[in-house]
């Protein structure tokens, strides 16, 4: 594999282009039997996570009121942080099969005990160790999937990844909250703990790590990255979408006049179309012609459609807002993902995933949390305005990778 230099340091800057190989079309096959089981994996940690996702923060209410539904989530997402942080180091010691079967385990052993107790500390507790699980489920995952697609096809491959994990987080949250209303919280969290755990034999046929041809070298750091531009500039742009992603998610739902309440569900799916059609299309793209030259169509697009949004009280801005914002939050996703793995070696995959994940995690609550305040001052159409606009800083980034790759 052509991943970058012996050294683990990213590739130097120089211009995306295809390989000679996919130019010539000769392209090796993408769905071996590796990444197929892999696949089984991704299903069933997307099920896990996404079907309790709403349910276990309803279940903390109903027990403990609406402060514990928001210590149940803020528990589980910051030990997602926590465990994408070092996730990296228990790859590159435990290989990538032992890290992703610990991480199914973390993440469905404890929801099949989550209702034993309605006590608040016990359901953050339990939240806290899936949400470790999640992290290495995620950075492990995401590592080990680089490593089975064929550099040429990377970008196409990692687009068909992104389907195959999405498809069941977009059923399993609204089915989640729909089973526990009709059967009740405990069926659900059995349901939700199995999917992770009946995973596990499916991953015991994946490989332990890349093969040492393809790992001459040692991985680098979680810090080492942040510290590398041609890793680092991707990830602030990809960090400023995800920023509106988790505004949008959030916030629409308030900021459209209830009267209009089914323009957000149409709007929210259009986004989740847009975005997973137009990964798709960066993904086939990015491998024939190269993904840098998309980063910066990813980023513009993204911010064009949260300003479209901000006339709330405008039914067709939302959906047409939504749609920009999705195509553009489709782009970004795959267009960095791909870049990035393309600028390591296979030995710090798991550092390149971990990073993309935290630009991910921590750009969606960073921008939730900074819009709520910002809202409460100006109202939602001036603050998705500015939403827009401070995305537009991520220019800097995007246009500097730009130049030094030659586009």
Known sequence: MTTGPTSGSPTPATPD???????????????????LLRFVSVVGASLSFFLLLSVVPAYAAERGGGGAAGLATGSLMLATVLGELVTPRLVDRFGYRLTLMAGLLLLGAPALVLTVSGNTAWVVA?????????????????????????????????ALVGLVSGVPSLVALPLGLWLAGHLGFGPVAVGGGLAALAAIPFVTGLPARASRADRPDQPMGVVRGLRTGALLRPVLVFAATATAAGIIVTFLPLAVPSASAGVVAVALFVQTAASTVTRWLAGRHGDRHGSGRLVLPGLLLSAAGVLVIAPTANPVAVVAGTALFGAGFGIAQNATLTLMYARASAASYGTVSALWNLAYDGGMGVGAAGFGVTAGLTGYPWAFALTALLMLTALAPALRDRRREGG
Do not use: M, N, Y
């Open 17 to 35: 282009c295809p390989s000679s190989e996919a130019t010539s079309g000769s392209r090796p096959p993408l769905l071996t039997r590796p990444l």
């Open 126 to 158: 339990v939240c806290f160790v899936r949400g470790l699980g999640f992290a290495l489920t995620i950075v492990a995952g995401g590592a080990l999937t680089a490593s089975l697609i064929p550099d040429q096809r990377r970008g196409e491959g990692l």
